[in-house]
């Protein structure tokens, strides 16, 4: 089992940056590709970013592409993802999620963990 609790996120202008974190708990947090999604009120959950469980590897979406950094401490036993450059389109309930299973992936349902989500509000 594993658990994850987002932090980081908050009320920020356009143009402004954030950086969300996720702790997980466990001792096997490097074996779990790890990944962030986000959804926007009466939308579907998407995709945002995902890092690698063995060489630390990553995807993002496009809209994201330039502006978002994903990354993790396996010895913190947490994944951050930093957001610049914020659009008021980016304003969505973020979660983390984590997979045992594969190296990497954008699937939702691949992921077996999730979090409870933060929210990010960008104003413009």
């Known amino acids: 089992q594993v658990q994850l609790v987002e932090s980081g996120g908050g009320l920020v202008q356009a143009g402004g940056s954030l950086r969300l974190s996720c702790a997980a708990s466990g001792r096997t947090f490097s074996n779990y590709a790890m990944g962030w999604f986000r959804q926007a009120p009466g939308k579907e959950r998407e995709f945002v970013a995902a890092?690698?469980?063995?060489?630390?590897?990553?995807l993002y979406t496009d809209s994201v592409k330039g502006r978002f950094t994903i990354s993790r401490d396996n010895a913190k036993n947490t994944v951050y993802l930093q957001m610049n450059s914020l659009k008021p389109e980016d304003t969505a309930v973020y979660y983390c999620?984590?997979?045992?299973?594969?190296?990497?992936?954008?699937?939702?349902?691949?992921?077996?963990?999730w979090g409870q989500g933060t929210q990010v509000t960008v104003s413009s």
């Open positions: 890092i690698g469980r063995n060489d630390g590897s990553t």
């Open positions: 999620a984590a997979d045992r299973y594969t190296i990497i992936t954008v699937i939702p349902s691949h992921y077996h963990y």
